[in-house]
């Protein structure tokens, strides 16, 4: 690679729409809208659509893993 190549890296993203975050936890976005509605999962709403911080999804499955008997 010479000098007139550049790498461009993609800043991390801090939150993900619904499909994202759906895709995220391996779920459809009918659920995430079903998990908001009953306020299990909390969206930003500082844009036009709302967006699920990464941080907030990581809070969600924190709070609802509980341990399973086998």
Do not use: C, H, N
Request: proline share 7%; glycine share 4%.
């Amino acid at each position: 690679m010479d000098a007139s190549e550049e790498i461009r890296v993609s800043p991390p993203k801090l939150a993900l729409t619904r499909t994202d975050a759906a895709k995220a936890i391996g779920q459809s976005a009918v659920t995430i809208d079903r998990l908001t509605k009953r306020g299990l999962l909390r969206p930003s709403r500082a844009t036009r659509r709302p967006v699920y911080p990464i941080w907030e999804i990581e809070r969600f499955l924190r709070e609802t893993t509980g341990s399973v008997e086998l």
